[in-house]
């Protein structure tokens, strides 16, 4: 099929709205591109270790992040409960779902003896995990400064819930609204991203450059 139909066939699997698949299509475009090319020269197999359900479930709470950013905006004020009950949620369901993944890897990964696997969220878990089974080398293909948004999810996940101040969550929520007038500026999710770090330089606000590099490798 082409890529047109992948993407219409995803689209009907899932019962996504269209923005969601975008900005997936738009991640993984480089990579599905690249995959014909690499396949001429020598044989692979290609697998998603991640499933429908994942992605239907996460989508979900995408869109009630985006009513969190609409209210703030909106009123000025930042509910950090609110904030925090649906980081929360995502939080638990990222778990679960990742106990998946490592399972699938298992699963697959025994076929063969070398395997590769992309994962654009944090590889030492899944490291962890799946180093009683399999030797396991991490490889990072790139180094940037995590959004604020990402800095809190990664706090959440590294320090729980629970463990994170109604002030970081504030300062969090503040600079990612401020973030995500960049994106709205450009066509670009890169370029924009690389213009907040030039524009921004969190690397010289304290509080945020100390969380982000704290964040597993923020920078």
């Known amino acids: 099929m082409n890529e047109e139909e992948f993407w219409n066939d995803y689209l009907a699997l899932t019962g996504l709205s269209a923005p969601f698949a975008n900005s997936l299509r738009y991640k993984l475009g480089p990579i599905i591109e690249k995959l ?30 985006l009513l969190l950013e609409f209210k703030s905006r909106a009123t000025g004020k930042i509910d950090v409960n609110e904030w925090r009950a649906v980081l929360c949620e995502e939080l638990e369901i990222e778990k679960l779902f990742e106990e998946r993944i490592v399972e699938n890897i298992r699963e697959r990964g025994m076929n063969y003896q070398k395997s590769v696997a992309i994962h654009a969220g944090s590889a030492k878990n899944l490291k962890r995990k799946l180093a009683s089974n399999y030797e396991v080398k991490t490889v990072c293909l790139e180094h940037y400064w995590k959004s604020p948004l990402e800095v809190l999810k990664t706090l959440f996940a590294l320090k729980g819930a629970d463990n994170v101040s109604d002030n970081t969550i504030r300062l969090c929520v503040r600079q990612h609204l401020g973030y995500l007038n960049y994106i709205l500026l450009h066509d670009n999710v890169d370029s924009s991203h690389n213009v907040w770090v030039k524009e921004f330089k969190p690397h010289k606000i304290p509080k945020l450059a100390s969380k982000m590099r704290k964040s597993n490798g923020g920078i």
């Open 36 to 65: 014909p090319v690499i396949r001429s020269k020598r044989s692979f197999d290609v697998h998603c270790f991640e499933t429908l359900q994942h992605h239907t479930l996460l989508s979900g709470f995408t869109e009630r992040l």
